[in-house]
């Protein structure tokens, strides 16, 4: 029986093996109840969040979160063929219900499939599945009757004539027949009227029924205007754009080194590219360090006002830069995410629409010490080593020595007495190292001595310079090249003497 650490304590526990992961991935983000409250509020009500605070401290998860507790996409987005104008391609929207019911229609195209018992007897026996001797049914490529050893085919041509009567046969020849068919075409009478039907041999020993509507339907796919499928009903709800280029976030047409030509060349509508804020259609659009594309604010504040934007070939030199499609939807939910020192780059427009629709949220470093929030450091450390895969579960000590460290940090770092850090990403790593050394020295669990290597060489690079060089200043200077201390006459080396034959 698994132990449900928002019910129980550390003492309730011998491993985190004992411990609940929950399948919420809200339940999940550690240290943040009062955020998760507006986070929940925000996939309900699909409102906009930023979420601000240092790196490695749960807005990538609480994004994810959001996305979770939204229901699946209800529209699929198409970008049709314009004959008149092929570099002004239609923009087609369907939803779930029209979806699923050209899926059914397509089904009935693809004809009912029936055993050979099921359709008429003389379709049957064309077919090569009944034999006219004893009436008796048998594999269509088993022209000898296993039953009563006649030939099945022996009757066809005799009576091919009486059957083209009967059943309507288009199509009749004179030919001996010495194999099955693999369709039969005859008319049948339907609801007053006759209608054509053809019977198809398929898969050995099954038999498909393509009625008047089926071939209809066939025709009109066929007759169906080209398009591309850009954005698709089935697909994630949660787009991760941290770091996009503009091509990747606003989306782009390829280029097509024969321009288009309707012979050699790919028509524009099959070029067409979708960005992430088309793909984040009824999801979220999740951005961290929202800085670093700052010249694409404007952009994201657009698709939010509008809930559509066109996508364009980006690129001047390119074929695609003469096509255009307009009114794409992007109706998605922002999240974006950034650092305290960096709130001021994002876009005052961007943030008053954040403002007017949605939540700004500062983050928290740190909560406090209690036995509550102590059972949820342990779930965090059980969800850690069940998300990496590759390193064992921990013993209680080792979990306590985690606790220990984690108070050291909220201490040190964000200068928190009695409080537990919120750093996760770090304390991530710190398990990490330490489940490797166990698995290096073939330990079935992570025990305190694996906890105490890591808490010890777990440290950050500038931590390791400063404790190798005192400074940054010294480390740098030790750390030139040798070549630029031969530039710079160092180490008492005379610039006369410096040869700069190859200069």
């Keep these: ?147 009563c050893g006649a030939d099945k085919y022996s009757h066809i041509n005799a009576r091919r004539k009486h059957l083209g009567d009967l059943l309507g046969m288009f199509e009749m020849d004179n030919e001996p027949v ?130 559509y934007f066109p996508i364009v070939g980006r690129n001047p030199q390119s074929a695609g830069s003469s096509v255009k499609v307009e009114d794409v939807p992007c109706d998605f939910i922002f999240v974006g995410a950034c650092n305290i020192r960096d709130l001021h780059y994002i876009l005052p427009p961007l943030r008053s629409r954040i403002q007017g629709e949605g939540y700004e949220i500062l983050m928290r470093t740190t909560m406090q010490d209690t036995e509550e929030n102590q059972a949820k450091m342990a779930q965090f450390v059980a969800q850690e080593i069940e998300m990496d895969g590759k390193i064992p579960h921990a013993t209680l000590n080792a979990v306590e020595l985690i606790m220990d460290e984690s108070r050291k940090r909220a201490h040190i770092i964000d200068d928190q007495k009695d409080s537990l850090t919120l750093r996760l990403r770090d304390m991530g790593g710190l398990v990490r190292m330490a489940g490797d050394m166990a698995v290096m020295e073939g330990s079935k669990l992570i025990e305190a001595r694996h906890i105490k290597f890591a808490v010890k060489n777990a440290i950050s690079i500038e931590d390791q310079i400063l404790e190798r060089y005192q400074s940054f200043e010294q480390a740098i200077e030790k750390d030139t090249s040798s070549s630029q201390k031969m530039h710079s006459g160092s180490k008492g080396i005379p610039n006369d003497h410096v040869d700069r034959s190859y200069l």
Excluded: W
């Design 1 to 147: 029986m698994y132990a449900n650490m928002k019910k129980e304590f550390l003492k309730d526990i011998k491993s985190t093996a004992d411990i609940l992961i929950p399948k919420d991935p809200l339940e999940r983000v550690i240290g943040h109840d009062e955020i998760i409250r507006f986070v929940k509020i925000a996939a309900k009500q699909r409102r906009n969040l930023l979420l601000v605070g240092p790196p490695g401290i749960g807005k990538s998860l609480i994004a994810q979160a959001i996305s979770v507790h939204l229901s699946k996409p209800h529209e699929e987005i198409t970008v049709v063929h314009n004959p008149e104008r092929p570099e002004r391609p239609f923009v087609e929207v369907k939803n779930r219900s029209e979806i699923e019911s050209e899926m059914e229609d397509l089904q009935r195209a693809e004809g009912d499939v029936v055993t050979p018992q099921e359709v008429p007897e003389l379709v049957a026996e064309r077919l090569g599945f009944r034999c006219p001797n004893c009436e008796s049914y048998s594999s269509a490529y088993q022209s000898i009757c296993p039953k």
């Design 178 to 307: 010495n194999v099955p068919q693999d369709r039969v075409t005859t008319t049948r009478m339907h609801q007053g009227r006759e209608e054509v039907v053809i019977y198809e041999r398929v898969d050995g020993d099954k038999i498909k029924i393509l009625d008047q509507h089926a071939l209809e339907k066939r025709r009109e796919m066929v007759e169906e205007k080209p398009k591309n499928i850009i954005v698709p009903l089935q697909r994630k709800n949660f787009i991760q754009a941290t770091g996009a280029s503009e091509t990747e976030l606003l989306g782009d047409v390829r280029h097509d080194p024969y321009g288009g030509h309707p012979d050699l060349g790919t028509q524009p509508y099959e070029r067409v590219v979708p960005g992430a804020i088309h793909e984040a259609h009824e999801g979220v659009l999740f951005i961290d360090e929202i800085v670093h594309i700052a010249p694409l604010q404007r952009y994201i504040l657009s698709a939010m006002q509008d809930k």
